[in-house]
Structure formats: structure tokens, C-alpha cells
Nanobody, 122 residues
Framework: VQLVESGGGLVQPGGSLRLSCAAS????????IGWFRQAPGTERDVVSC????????YYVGSVKGRFTISRDNAKNTVYLQMNSLKPEDTAVYYC????????????????WGKGTLVTVSS
């Protein structure tokens, strides 16, 4: 069972990145998937969450209108499209999965990836 994030990197303010979270060893469509981020010296907080039914999608207020979460069950992958990036978006981004969940709570996630670093700087 594995989650692997990719797509991070260095981008200028106002730029875009698309993060991918690829699952292996389990069917990602049965899981709520959360994207979390952690900047140095801060806690790991949820950025966005998509439930297994796709009925609910959540974004933290600071990314609403800029980030879009989506899933491709055929590819067993969830994406986070990040537009209009700001320096304060700089963090390690993690994806996590919880079976049949309707929310993405840090303490309840079943599986975690190792993270991908996003740096927004000129």
C-alpha cells in the first residue's frame, strides 16, 4: 500500500503547479483523499479534501478559488491544481487517504505519502 506525491517544485508567485497523488495497493476511489501541507515550524494542516463519493469537496479558505482538487479513479490518482500561487503556499504537500470517510481529519487518515516540496519564490 503506497501513496506517492509528485509535481512539486520551484515556481514564481502567480504561477501554477499540479500535484499528483498516485495510489498503489488499494482502490483510491473508496477513500476520501486529503491534501495537507506543512511549512517549517508549523503544523500539518488540511488544504483540500475530496470524499469517496465526490459528493463533498472542501478547501481551506486561503486557497479557495485558486486550488482545485480532482480525482481520476481509472488512474487511481488524485490531483491538486494550484494556480495564482503565493509565497505563503510554500510547504511540503502531503496526500493522505481514509477509507469511506466523509471528512479529512489529520488524526484519522489511514495512509500517507512522503510529501512533495512546493516553493513559491521570485
Amino acid at each position: 500500500v503506497q501513496l506517492v506525491e509528485s509535481g512539486g517544485g520551484l515556481v514564481q508567485p502567480g504561477g501554477s503547479l499540479r500535484l499528483s497523488c498516485a495510489a498503489s495497493g488499494f482502490t483510491l476511489g473508496n477513500y476520501a483523499i486529503g491534501w495537507f501541507r506543512q511549512a517549517p515550524g508549523t503544523e500539518r494542516d488540511v488544504v483540500s479534501c475530496i470524499t469517496s463519493s465526490d459528493g463533498d469537496i472542501y478547501y481551506v479558505g486561503s486557497v479557495k478559488g485558486r486550488f482545485t482538487i480532482s480525482r481520476d479513479n481509472a488512474k487511481n490518482t488524485v490531483y491538486l491544481q494550484m494556480n495564482s500561487l503565493k509565497p505563503e503556499d510554500t510547504a511540503v504537500y502531503y496526500c493522505a487517504a481514509e477509507l469511506w470517510a466523509t471528512t479529512c481529519d489529520y488524526d484519522d487518515m489511514d495512509y500517507w505519502g512522503k510529501g512533495t516540496l512546493v516553493t513559491v519564490s521570485s
